[in-house]
């Protein structure tokens, strides 16, 4: 009996530890997030969004009593497809919440549409009301509890002053007698109007609307202004391309003419007639203006050394200029205009001092602040402050899941490829011996970006001991025009050369076994990676890819005629003088499968069989041609898998055989 | 509140690709062939159908619209010699006809060459749709369409070469033939 027993303990200890390695493993891929906080007006309230089983929801937390509701939940509107895009305080009861759900017309009877919801919340009777009329809010009204502004553009626009406890309740049959959202979208409830499509009405700290950008067809964009509710619009400025305007749908007429326009309006400034304008600065990267109509000048209000400005912060009742934001080195970076902000920065960057800190938001009296912590080993956590007692009132972490994980730090890095500075992170946890490297270019590749957020797959990785590249490669987005720019015409040149370049500056900077380094890479990256495996045939050992670019002539086959010039003009630059044949010979060139016989490293294909955006004839492409040159390969297909990983699982299952791939590869 | 852990394991079919769109051979590949007249060659024609109705019109009116049944269907269709375009799909919605006009898509034009088994791609009408606006698209399955005729009637792909012929140019057969 005893020999049983001992005969059981090692099979019962592995039994029970691969589960549990698993269930760690799987963490990773939690897709559990808190995310949108928004502190209420009186400071005692925080809203956010969490992403639950089979769906989202709105919740609140009472920061006194701590007690935690739920306003909305997602299955209310829809069983699938259903986002939560944004929410914010109207009031002190009241929350706006923008929710889409995505019908998808299966059936004979039924369209695909994708709706917009405008929802409000009440958090004291814990009613939900919505708003049934198409259109934009555009202002909450702070000094008007109950009140919103809300915009509907058509050849003519509108903006209604809409009362929300006079809308219907969601869910409840109207009556017959009844009007729509209260009948509020009447003339007596409008307070501007305006000929043209309307797609930016600016209010003053009054709610009166004072400004705004209008398009026509005759006229193109338009900025009008008035000095009161009273007066009659003046055009201020106009913005119209100057191409052939004939045979062009509406919606490309008002794209046209809204990238000839020069200036992101963002708000009035308070007692002026100047706006606040996101531009082009004097270093050519775009800044935060002071524009004057009046005097036609421009003035400097915030531009960085570096980055691009995305966006700014204003005070709710105020209208004060709070903040700008930018991208820099993976993170979003803030600069503060006010004190409060910049103190309560400056508190959290004590108590947190290796993290990022972020201010999003505050009550109205500037005593209370939400601040986001986060690191690059750190999915952060959302702390309310109180700044007069320099307390921290509450703290929520935004990704509960991976609390107990140890995650890796990263570092960035910039190396300079003919001119161009090109940034890199490294993420790995501590070793005293040289880490293989996984070289992970990103997808796009145009305008899409690395950061130094929570990242899954890289987590997972350096969790496996791998130390994990991750380049920012010129085309990518977030370090401004010229950058983007850069990558046009690049796709199989200089891109790659990048992405060269940073593993160089990698290996140099100590702590990697150069002799041990894979390829990993999505869609464009996937491309990358076949592409690198061919240009550098003794430099990496593996390469995997999923939903990859092999056949740069065959991705053009899902587009429509008329969108093929750009995208090969994207892909390999000026085509004006070549013919149909000379571009395709040219993106031939340029793809890996026309070039396999110099692969000398095994690979692993992954593909979703529902991918729309790079179709499973790729990777069918190359399975044909690997077999044929009976080179080493591993390839799996996935069913009902797009051109992303929509489940946990599935994204768990991918990565730990991709994982299990480089593991075998890059073993001593 | 929070989630639980995800499930320990994550079980996975792994299917091959046509295992998802079982596909239907609607005539006698084997014989079909035989009675092409000296002016005739054949026309692989690959739809996958998700609505029921679908027709598809050539601009040579001379031909008959093509009504391929729900799912995945390749079809030899004889065909003169020449150059030809899709000019049209119908889709019906309840019970009006709904007609999207292909013919000023240079992408759904194709040639039909001698001694040839021609391809043009996947046609595909998707089973999502609006009131105003049908799911249909073309999708080069040339590598998918060689495996499925090699592992089904390899016969036809020693009588005839499969060619892909459509408007943009397409490399993928003629390299893979070279080569071996």
Same mark, same amino acid.
């Not at chain 1, 890095?413 to 501590?430: A, I």
């Not at chain 1, 110099?598 to 179709?615: C, E, F, K, W, Y």
């Not at chain 2, 040839?116 to 369409?145: H, K, P």
């Given at each position: 009996?005893?020999?049983?027993?001992?005969?059981?303990?090692?099979?019962?200890?592995?039994?029970?530890?691969?589960?549990?390695?698993?269930?760690?493993?799987?963490?990773?891929?939690?897709?559990?997030?808190?995310?949108?906080?928004? !502190?209420?007006?009186? %400071?005692?309230? *925080?809203?956010?969004?969490?992403? +639950?089983? /089979? =769906?989202?929801?709105? &919740?609140?937390?009472?920061?006194?009593?701590?007690?935690?509701?739920?306003?909305?939940?997602?299955?209310?509107?829809?069983?699938?497809?259903?986002?939560?895009?944004?929410?914010?305080?109207?009031?002190?009861?009241?929350?706006?919440?923008?929710?889409?759900?995505?019908?998808?017309?299966?059936?004979?009877?039924?369209?695909?549409?994708?709706?917009?919801?405008?929802?409000?919340?009440?958090?004291?009777?814990?009613?939900?009301?919505?708003?049934?009329?198409?259109?934009?809010?555009?202002?909450?009204?702070?000094?008007?509890?109950?009140?919103?502004?809300?915009?509907?553009?058509?050849?003519?626009?509108?903006?209604?002053?809409?009362?929300?406890?006079? !809308?219907?309740?969601? %869910?409840?049959? *109207?009556?017959?007698?009844?009007? +729509?959202? /209260? =009948?509020?979208?009447? &003339?007596?409830?409008?307070?501007?109007?305006?000929?043209?499509?309307?797609?930016?009405?600016?209010?003053?700290?009054?709610?009166?609307?004072?400004?705004?950008?209008?398009?026509?067809?005759?006229?193109?964009?338009?900025?009008?202004?008035?000095?009161?509710?009273?007066?009659?619009?003046?055009?201020?400025?106009?913005?119209?391309?100057?191409?052939?305007?004939?045979?062009?749908?509406?919606?490309?007429?008002?794209?046209?003419?809204?990238?000839?326009?020069?200036?992101?309006?963002?708000?009035?400034?308070?007692?002026?007639?100047?706006?606040?304008?996101?531009?082009?600065?004097?270093?050519?990267?775009?800044?935060?203006?002071?524009?004057?109509?009046?005097?036609?000048?421009?003035?400097?209000?915030?531009?960085?050394?570096?980055?691009?400005?995305? =966006?700014?912060?204003?005070?709710?009742?105020?209208?004060?200029?709070?903040?700008?934001?930018?991208?820099?080195?993976?993170?979003?970076?803030?600069?503060?205009?006010?004190?409060?902000?910049?103190?309560?920065?400056?508190?959290?960057?004590?108590?947190?001092?290796?993290?990022?800190?972020?201010?999003?938001?505050?009550?109205?009296?500037?005593?209370?602040?939400?601040?986001?912590?986060?690191?690059?080993?750190?999915?952060?956590?959302?702390?309310?402050?109180?700044?007069?007692?320099?307390?921290?009132?509450?703290?929520?972490?935004?990704?509960?899941?991976?609390?107990?994980?140890?995650?890796?730090?990263?570092?960035?890095?910039?190396?300079?490829?003919?001119?161009?500075?090109?940034?890199?992170?490294?993420?790995?946890?501590?070793?005293?011996?040289?880490?293989?490297?996984?070289?992970?270019?990103?997808?796009?590749?145009?305008?899409?970006?690395?950061?130094?957020?929570?990242?899954?797959?890289?987590?997972?990785?350096?969790?496996?001991?791998?130390?994990?590249?991750?380049?920012?490669?010129?085309?990518?987005?977030?370090?401004?025009?010229?950058?983007?720019?850069?990558?046009?015409?690049?796709?199989?040149?200089?891109?790659?050369?990048?992405?060269?370049?940073?593993?160089?500056?990698?290996?140099?900077?100590?702590?990697?076994?150069?002799?041990?380094?894979?390829?990993?890479?999505?869609?464009?990256?996937?491309?990358?990676?076949?592409?690198?495996?061919?240009?550098?045939?003794?430099?990496?050992?593996?390469?995997?890819?999923?939903?990859?670019?092999?056949?740069?002539?065959?991705?053009?086959?899902?587009?429509?005629?008329?969108?093929?010039?750009?995208?090969?003009?994207?892909?390999?630059?000026?085509?004006?003088?070549?013919?149909?044949?000379?571009?395709?010979?040219?993106?031939?060139?340029?793809?890996?499968?026309?070039?396999?016989?110099?692969?000398?490293?095994?690979?692993?294909?992954?593909?979703?069989?529902?991918?729309?955006?790079?179709?499973?004839?790729?990777?069918?492409?190359?399975?044909?041609?690997?077999?044929?040159?009976?080179?080493?390969?591993?390839?799996?297909?996935?069913?009902?898998?797009?051109?992303?990983?929509?489940?946990?699982?599935?994204?768990?299952?991918?990565?730990?055989?991709?994982?299990?791939?480089?593991?075998?590869?890059?073993?001593? | 509140?929070?989630?639980?852990?995800?499930?320990?394991?994550?079980?996975?079919?792994?299917?091959?690709?046509?295992?998802?769109?079982?596909?239907?051979?609607?005539?006698?590949?084997?014989?079909?062939?035989?009675?092409?007249?000296?002016?005739?060659?054949?026309?692989?024609?690959?739809?996958?159908?998700?609505?029921?109705?679908?027709?598809?019109?050539?601009?040579?009116?001379?031909?008959?619209?093509?009504?391929?049944?729900?799912?995945?269907?390749?079809?030899?269709?004889?065909?003169?010699?020449?150059?030809?375009?899709?000019?049209?799909?119908?889709?019906?919605?309840?019970?009006?006809?709904?007609?999207?006009?292909?013919?000023?898509?240079?992408?759904?034009?194709?040639?039909?060459?001698?001694?040839?088994?021609?391809?043009?791609?996947?046609?595909?009408?998707?089973?999502?749709?609006?009131?105003?606006?049908?799911?249909?698209?073309?999708?080069?399955?040339?590598?998918?369409?060689?495996?499925?005729?090699?592992?089904?009637?390899?016969?036809?792909?020693?009588?005839?070469?499969?060619?892909?012929?459509?408007?943009?140019?397409?490399?993928?057969?003629?390299?893979?033939?070279?080569?071996?």
């Amino acid at each position: 009996m005893r020999q049983v027993f001992q005969a059981l303990i090692p099979v019962l200890l592995l039994t029970c530890a691969a589960p549990i390695a698993v269930a760690a493993d799987a963490t990773f891929f939690s897709d559990e997030r808190l995310s949108g906080f928004r !502190l209420s007006p009186d %400071g005692n309230q *925080l809203a956010f969004v969490v992403d +639950v089983e /089979g =769906g989202e929801e709105v &919740r609140s937390i009472d920061l006194q009593t701590g007690a935690e509701a739920v306003l909305f939940a997602t299955p209310l509107v829809g069983s699938e497809n259903v986002t939560i895009s944004a929410i914010s305080w109207i009031d002190g009861t009241h929350i706006l919440a923008n929710v889409y759900a995505l019908t998808e017309g299966v059936a004979r009877l039924s369209d695909t549409r994708n709706r917009h919801h405008k929802l409000i919340l009440n958090t004291a009777d814990r009613s939900v009301r919505f708003i049934q009329t198409s259109g934009r809010v555009i202002s909450t009204l702070p000094l008007e509890p109950d009140k919103l502004l809300m915009s509907v553009m058509a050849s003519t626009s509108y903006v209604y002053k809409i009362d929300v406890t006079k !809308l219907t309740v969601w %869910g409840q049959k *109207l009556k017959k007698t009844a009007k +729509v959202d /209260g =009948g509020q979208f009447s &003339r007596a409830n409008r307070i501007a109007e305006i000929d043209g499509f309307a797609f930016n009405w600016l209010a003053d700290g009054n709610g009166s609307i004072r400004a705004v950008m209008h398009w026509s067809q005759d006229e193109g964009v338009q900025l009008s202004t008035r000095d009161d509710m009273s007066s009659i619009w003046e055009v201020q400025a106009s913005w119209r391309e100057k191409n052939n305007r004939k045979k062009r749908s509406r919606q490309a007429l008002i794209a046209a003419d809204l990238e000839a326009t020069e200036y992101r309006l963002l708000s009035l400034v308070p007692n002026s007639s100047d706006f606040l304008v996101l531009s082009k600065g004097e270093g050519g990267r775009q800044a935060l203006l002071q524009l004057s109509l009046a005097k036609g000048t421009t003035e400097t209000i915030y531009e960085h050394p570096q980055a691009e400005i995305l =966006g700014v912060n204003f005070h709710r009742t105020s209208g004060q200029l709070l903040s700008a934001h930018y991208f820099d080195s993976g993170y979003i970076g803030q600069h503060y205009f006010q004190e409060g902000p910049s103190q309560v920065a400056q508190l959290a960057a004590a108590e947190y001092p290796r993290h990022r800190t972020l201010v999003v938001g505050m009550d109205n009296e500037q005593q209370r602040y939400a601040v986001l912590v986060y690191a690059n080993n750190d999915p952060g956590k959302l702390i309310v402050y109180d700044l007069p007692n320099r307390l921290a009132l509450h703290t929520q972490s935004l990704a509960p899941a991976l609390d107990g994980l140890k995650l890796a730090p990263s570092t960035s890095g910039k190396v300079d490829v003919e001119g161009t500075p090109v940034e890199y992170f490294l993420t790995r946890h501590e070793s005293a011996d040289p880490m293989p490297l996984i070289v992970y270019p990103h997808g796009g590749p145009f305008g899409v970006v690395d950061d130094r957020q929570y990242d899954p797959a890289v987590q997972y990785l350096a969790a496996h001991d791998f130390a994990v590249l991750q380049i920012n490669y010129r085309g990518s987005g977030g370090y401004g025009s010229e950058f983007l720019e850069a990558g046009k015409g690049e796709y199989g040149d200089m891109m790659l050369a990048d992405i060269e370049a940073a593993v160089s500056a990698a290996i140099t900077g100590g702590g990697i076994d150069a002799e041990r380094m894979c390829l990993l890479g999505d869609s464009y990256g996937g491309y990358a990676a076949i592409m690198l495996a061919l240009r550098n045939p003794e430099r990496f050992r593996c390469a995997a890819t999923f939903a990859g670019v092999y056949d740069l002539g065959l991705f053009l086959g899902r587009l429509e005629d008329a969108s093929r010039k750009a995208v090969v003009e994207l892909f390999i630059g000026n085509t004006d003088e070549a013919t149909l044949r000379e571009n395709y010979d040219r993106l031939k060139a340029l793809s890996p499968l026309y070039q396999l016989e110099s692969l000398a490293i095994p690979v692993m294909i992954t593909h979703g069989n529902d991918d729309r955006q790079v179709d499973i004839e790729h990777a069918l492409r190359m399975e044909t041609r690997l077999k044929q040159l009976e080179k080493p390969f591993t390839v799996q297909y996935y069913p009902d898998i797009g051109h992303g990983f929509d489940s946990p699982e599935t994204y768990f299952h991918h990565m730990r055989a991709v994982t299990n791939f480089i593991t075998e590869h890059t073993a001593n | 509140m929070m989630r639980l852990a995800i499930s320990l394991v994550a079980v996975l079919q792994v299917l091959p690709v046509a295992a998802e769109n079982p596909v239907s051979w609607y005539n006698d590949f084997a014989s079909v062939a035989d009675t092409l007249k000296s002016n005739e060659a054949l026309f692989l024609l690959d739809t996958l159908t998700e609505r029921e109705g679908v027709s598809w019109h050539l601009t040579d009116k001379t031909v008959s619209p093509l009504k391929p049944p729900m799912g995945r269907q390749l079809r030899l269709v004889k065909l003169r010699v020449g150059k030809y375009a899709w000019g049209s799909v119908e889709v019906p919605y309840f019970d009006l006809p709904y007609r999207l006009s292909l013919a000023d898509q240079k992408r759904w034009q194709f040639t039909v060459a001698r001694d040839r088994l021609n391809y043009l791609g996947m046609q595909f009408v998707g089973e999502t749709r609006a009131t105003s606006s049908i799911d249909v698209r073309l999708i080069n399955r040339t590598a998918e369409v060689r495996a499925l005729l090699l592992e089904n009637h390899p016969e036809l792909l020693n009588r005839f070469e499969l060619t892909y012929n459509g408007y943009y140019p397409d490399d993928f057969l003629r390299f893979v033939s070279e080569a071996q």
